[in-house]
């Protein structure tokens, strides 16, 4: 079973189409995970209009705190994640698990993102800055700069984040910090599909560049120049790169 958790604050707007989207995917064995992040809106009676939703409410703590609430709700052998505003294209989740149940050295899955306006009209395609086989080179190339474009995307393995938890000091840079937490110890799959649709709006918390900017200085100087150089002289670029 795969359990996609949504995390949502006040999320009323978008919700509904959120959780259609689960609904309609080509895979049927979801286990469906709200996380209210102390929604005041009418985010509550709308997911309480489905039957086959697991709800869980807790008061307002972050994105990374909410996030880890929908992990220990959830009872599903793979996890998935979807924000409130965003959509899964109908065959996410079936393609992401067909990679991970035919590769049993890969542990997460990640795919392009359809970016589109508040309507739903298309806008563009944001890929991943390359393709690294090597857990060695993608941790590399992440500590430079964000390679994933949008790991809300991600499917995970269950099993191989016992030890991982989002971060519930972050606000801006979640999604980073964890996909490193990942890299250290797991291995990563790029599926080359726009299958996630990124919904762009005035709302989103990545729009805040310069505060983002300022907590992923903050988590790369926090690792360490000697953590750095090691996790470097893992990789297999030549000096040059």
């Not at 806008?123 to 992440?142: H, P, Q, T």
């Not at 500590?143 to 016992?162: A, L």
């Not at 729009?207 to 297999?236: F, R, W, Y």
Request: hydrophobic content about 35%.
């Amino acid at each position: 079973m795969v359990s996609v958790i949504i995390v949502v604050y006040n999320g009323e707007k978008y919700i509904k189409e959120a959780i259609e989207s689960v609904f309609n995917q080509t895979y049927k064995d979801i286990e469906l995970v709200v996380a209210d992040d102390g929604s005041t809106d009418n985010t509550r009676k709308i997911v309480e209009e489905y039957k086959d939703i697991v709800y869980v409410y807790q008061e307002n703590k972050g994105e990374g705190s909410a996030r880890n609430l929908g992990i220990d709700t959830s009872k599903g052998e793979y996890l998935a994640f979807l924000d409130a505003d965003d959509l899964y294209a109908p065959d996410k989740i079936e393609k992401q698990l067909n990679i991970l149940l035919g590769n049993k050295d890969i542990d997460v899955v990640y795919n392009d993102l359809k970016v589109v306006d508040e309507n739903l009209k298309y806008l563009n395609i944001l890929k991943s800055e390359g393709v690294y086989e090597k857990r060695e080179d993608l941790l590399a190339n992440i500590i430079y700069r964000q390679v994933i474009q949008g790991p809300i995307c991600m499917m995970i393995r269950r099993n191989c984040i016992k030890d991982i938890k989002w971060s519930e000091e972050l606000v801006y840079t979640v999604d980073y910090e964890y996909v490193m937490k990942l890299a250290f110890k797991h291995n990563f799959k790029y599926l080359e599909e726009p299958l996630y649709i990124y919904r762009r709006h005035g709302n989103n918390l990545s729009n805040k560049h310069n505060a983002t900017v300022e907590e992923e200085m903050k988590i790369i100087k926090d690792l360490g120049i000697d953590n750095i150089k090691n996790i470097i002289a893992q990789a297999s670029f030549n000096e040059e790169e």
